[in-house]
C-alpha cells in the first residue's frame, strides 16, 4: 500500500467520486486531527465535518493504540504510545478535558478515563475527587494528561501548581504520578520527560 497515493488510499475508505475532493485538503483536516486553516465566515459548520468513513478509520486507530496500551502493557514502557493515543483522543477538542491512565503496582493499564470537562481555556480539576478515583480504581500509578486547544503544548504555571498539588495528594494514599501530558493538535509534551515531576 505504501505505492499508493493519497488519493488513492481515500478511494478505498470514501469512494472515488468523494476521494479527488478530498485529497487537496491536509489529511490531519481530513481524519479530525486538526481543524481547517482557513474557516470561511459563511459557511455552514457542515462544509467541515469529518467523512462518515474517515471518522470510523480515526476511532478504528485510536483504539488499535488503546488495544495495544492494555494488551502490551505499553502505557508506562512506551510514551510514545500514550502519546499518539492522546493527540488521536483528546489534541484535536476545542475545549479542554482531563485524563487519567490509572496503573496497577506492574504499570500496567487499569483504564483510561476523562476525569474532568472544561471550556475552551481551562477546566476545573478537584484532587479531592482524584485521589477518591484513584482509590475506587486501586490504582498504584496514574498518569495524568489534558489538551490545549490553543494547539500549543506548553504548560503553564497552572498546570505545574495543579501536577504539584495532585502529586502531594495521592502520595498520601501511596498512588505514584508518573507523568503529565499536554495534547495539542499532534503533538504532546511529557512532564516527566521535561524535568517537571
Not at 465535518?49 to 495495544?68: G, N
Amino acid at each position: 500500500m505504501n505505492d499508493l497515493s493519497n488519493a488513492d488510499l481515500l478511494a478505498m475508505l470514501v469512494g472515488s467520486t468523494s476521494a479527488k475532493a478530498l485529497s487537496a485538503r491536509p489529511l490531519a483536516e481530513l481524519f479530525g486531527f486538526t481543524r481547517p486553516r482557513q474557516l470561511q465566515f459563511c459557511e455552514e459548520p457542515a462544509t467541515y465535518a469529518v467523512h462518515p468513513s474517515l471518522a470510523a478509520a480515526k476511532e478504528l486507530l485510536t483504539r488499535c493504540i488503546r488495544e495495544r496500551m492494555e494488551t502490551e502493557d505499553l502505557c508506562f514502557s512506551s510514551p510514545e504510545t500514550v502519546k499518539s493515543y492522546l493527540c488521536s483522543k483528546i489534541g484535536h477538542l476545542e475545549h479542554e478535558v482531563f485524563w487519567s491512565f490509572w496503573l496497577d503496582a506492574q504499570n500496567r493499564l487499569i483504564v483510561a478515563e476523562e476525569l474532568f470537562h472544561g471550556t475552551l481555556t481551562q477546566t476545573s480539576v478537584y484532587p479531592r475527587e482524584v485521589v477518591k478515583k484513584a482509590l475506587a480504581r486501586n490504582a498504584a500509578a496514574v498518569i495524568f494528561a489534558h489538551n490545549h486547544p490553543s494547539g500549543m503544548p506548553e504548560p503553564s504555571r497552572a498546570d505545574e501548581s495543579l501536577t504539584t498539588a495532585l502529586k502531594s495528594a495521592l502520595a498520601l494514599v501511596d498512588v505514584r504520578v508518573l507523568d503529565h501530558f499536554i495534547a495539542a493538535g499532534n503533538q504532546a509534551m511529557s512532564f516527566a520527560a521535561r524535568g517537571l515531576l
